[in-house]
């Protein structure tokens, strides 16, 4: 069997070159007769191999040198957690309210600090970024979620927190596009849309904010501290899933690096943008200006939800049997969503769009 164009929200698609230079080394890494899976993490190879994962992270991201990176695990939803326990001074942070993934991380956050929800899109449906522009008060961080997975929005511009420090969750756009690391107190992303495997979380964090005294009695494991003292080592780290994201990495690099990425993703996400704007049959469910390059959920203009229902169902078979697969929309949402993470050739999403067109002349006329 041919590989499928998968659209999957996460996990997502590796590339293929990776999977084959991951496949060619899965029994014997590099002349050393063990598997990485195997290899004792604080074996001289694996060394290697996460010293390797993090000088590609600061390379490719351009991380300044007063930030450290850590692979960690529990992935982006045990950072809704870690965040505030480890942040917390004053007691009380910002968060914008910009779907499910921002109010899951502001819900954790409120067992150990006060949140204060200072701007919010629910109420149209997260179909926007609401304006934040400016923030100031007496605030721990600022945390936003730079782009909303499910509701295909992000944030086209940072606000401006002056001395707060600006906390974001980037799992889906991570490496998708520049991004100034340095406005930033701490950055995390879980790592199964565009970096590799599920089972290592990325995060940036600038060192004034690693403290060595967060919310009493913080379990060692959830202290940025501590796993930065142990060099993400402090237990066994998802070894594997490092290694593979150095993949990715070095995969991103040998291809023009993040401006080569940039450029794809941008003509592919105006690919299907462009398209679905111009139909009569489809349309796109972010707002212009908010719209994300990583997940576009989109709908059919059928508008009676049973009839609608039961379109979006044979779309997404059919789809699905032309090689197309994982395009419903969230279980929350509904509809559809092509997520085209790095990835994601632009081939695959041409595919789509003719594949949406011959779909829309048998069905939606
Ligand atoms: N944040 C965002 C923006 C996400 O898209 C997701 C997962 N889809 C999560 C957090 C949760 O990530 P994890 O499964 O790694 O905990």
Redesign the pocket.
């Known amino acids: 069997m041919s590989r499928v164009y998968n659209f999957s929200?996460?996990p997502s698609m590796l590339p293929e070159s990776v999977l084959k230079k991951a496949a060619s080394e899965l029994t014997d890494y590099r002349g050393t007769g063990q598997s990485v899976m195997e290899m004792s993490h604080r074996s001289k190879a694996y060394k290697g191999i996460i010293e390797n994962t993090e000088a590609l992270v600061r390379e490719l991201m351009a991380v300044p040198s007063n930030y450290k990176v850590l692979f960690l695990q529990?992935?982006?939803?045990?950072q809704f957690a870690m965040v505030p326990m480890n942040l917390r001074k004053k007691g009380k942070a910002a968060y914008v309210d910009t779907g499910v993934?921002a109010s899951?991380a502001a819900k954790e956050a409120k067992k150990w600090l006060e949140v204060d929800t200072i701007a919010s899109s629910k109420d149209a449906g997260y179909s926007f970024i609401p304006e934040v522009k400016k923030v100031d008060g007496d605030y721990d961080y600022l945390h936003i979620?730079l782009?909303?997975?499910?509701m295909g929005t992000k944030w086209e511009y940072l606000p401006e927190t002056g001395s707060i420090p600006l906390v974001s969750?980037i799992?889906?756009c991570v490496l998708s596009e520049p991004l100034d690391v340095s406005k930033f107190g701490l950055l995390y992303a879980?790592a199964?849309?565009n970096l590799a495997p599920?089972g290592v979380?990325l995060v940036i964090i600038r060192e004034d904010l690693i403290t060595d005294s967060p919310v009493e009695n913080t379990p060692a494991m959830l202290r940025y501290d501590i796993h930065v003292e142990n060099g993400s080592m402090y237990n066994t780290p998802p070894c594997y899933s490092i290694y593979m994201m150095g993949l990715v990495l070095e995969w991103i690099k040998e291809n023009g690096g993040l401006p080569e990425v940039t450029r794809r993703n941008k003509e592919k996400a105006a690919l299907l943008y462009d398209y679905l704007d111009a139909s009569s049959c489809y349309h796109a469910t972010a707002q212009k200006g908010s719209r994300s390059l990583m997940n576009v959920p989109f709908l059919t203009k059928e508008t009676d939800p049973e009839k609608a229902d039961a379109i979006n169902k044979k779309f997404v078979a059919e789809a699905a049997e032309a090689g197309l697969v994982n395009l419903a929309g969230h279980r929350l949402v509904g509809g559809m969503r092509a997520s085209i993470y790095n990835a994601m050739p632009v081939d695959g999403v041409k595919a789509l769009i003719a594949f949406m067109d011959k779909f829309a002349a048998e069905n939606l006329k």
């Open positions: 929200a996460g529990g992935g982006a939803s045990l993934w899951k979620t782009n909303n997975t499910i969750d799992s889906s879980g199964q849309k599920a979380t």
